[in-house]
């Protein structure tokens, strides 16, 4: 597996595991209060993106309570105060020149642009320009799943074509597919009828190209991935950094 791709099932787990349940739980509810705002119904059947903010809340084990009471300051619905939240990207370049690209939920831009400024700069990175590497990244569905037998592995990536996936990669017992955003959730309840249960399922931002890293580069670059991800305001940090196995290997243990 790729450093790249391995890094972002090792950021999945640790997120998974996170003991900052709270931090993470304040996150994965502006993400569902946004999606049922934006998509303008409380309704998950009715609303796509909010069914995967409340898949991925549920995953994570996000009380019931709290996940509907994050759809309904959404919808400004049962006396809940409608959220004020925007979205907001931010560009950069990690220590070694990699390419970050930050998602954010905010109701404060300046206070959030100054938080990731000062973190790129904490971190050995830099804050560009709107636009200085959106171009190598694509959105695209993802879903993972963590299989033992090729043969599964391979049945299963015929289901995920069959059902309109566009590309499959199967390496170190994890299997990535990648779908057009509108069809995540279909070729996840392909997979699902499948009998199989996807580890993860989100709309991710995925780079066209990767770059290698060196091992003190790579370290940094984790460091500061992990400093705007422990931000507040931010919901997820991509980059296109390809990293080495020993630097992951450790991270991983952390």
């Known amino acids: 597996m790729s450093g790249h791709s391995k890094w972002s099932t090792i950021k999945r787990a640790k997120g998974a595991a996170d003991a900052k349940r709270g931090a993470l739980f304040t996150k994965l509810a502006r993400n569902i209060s946004l999606a049922a705002k934006e998509g303008g119904s409380g309704d ?3 609303n796509f993106r909010l069914r995967i903010a409340m898949d991925q809340a549920r995953s994570n084990n996000m009380p019931l309570d709290s996940i509907m009471r994050a ?6 619905e049962g006396g809940e105060g409608m959220v004020d939240l925007s ?3 931010y560009e950069g370049y990690g220590p070694s020149g990699g390419a970050i690209l ?3 939920l905010t109701d404060n831009r300046n206070r959030t642009a100054s938080e990731v400024r000062s973190a790129f700069n904490k971190g050995g990175g830099n804050l560009g320009d709107s636009g200085c590497v959106a171009w190598n990244f694509d959105t695209r569905g993802v879903i993972t799943l963590e299989i033992d037998d090729e043969s599964v ?3 299963l990536s015929l289901a995920a074509i069959d059902a309109e996936a ?3 990669k199967f390496e170190d017992g994890i299997l990535e597919v990648y ?5 995540l959730l279909a070729v996840k309840s392909a997979l699902e009828s499948e009998g199989a249960e996807p580890a993860s399922a989100d709309i991710s931002m995925v780079p066209k190209t990767v770059i290698p890293l060196e091992n003190r580069a790579a370290e940094q670059t984790l460091r500061l991935l992990d400093i705007l991800e422990d931000l507040d305001d931010v919901q997820k940090a991509y980059t296109n950094a390809d990293f080495p196995a020993e630097v992951l290997e450790r991270y991983g243990s952390d």
């Open 44 to 46: 998950p059947d009715m």
């Open 102 to 104: 930050v998602q954010a």
């Open 87 to 89: 979205e907001v990207t």
């Open 166 to 168: 566009d590309d499959v």
């Open 71 to 76: 759809v309904r300051r959404g919808t400004g």
């Open 179 to 183: 779908t057009a955003p509108e069809n």
């Open 153 to 155: 592995a391979e049945e």
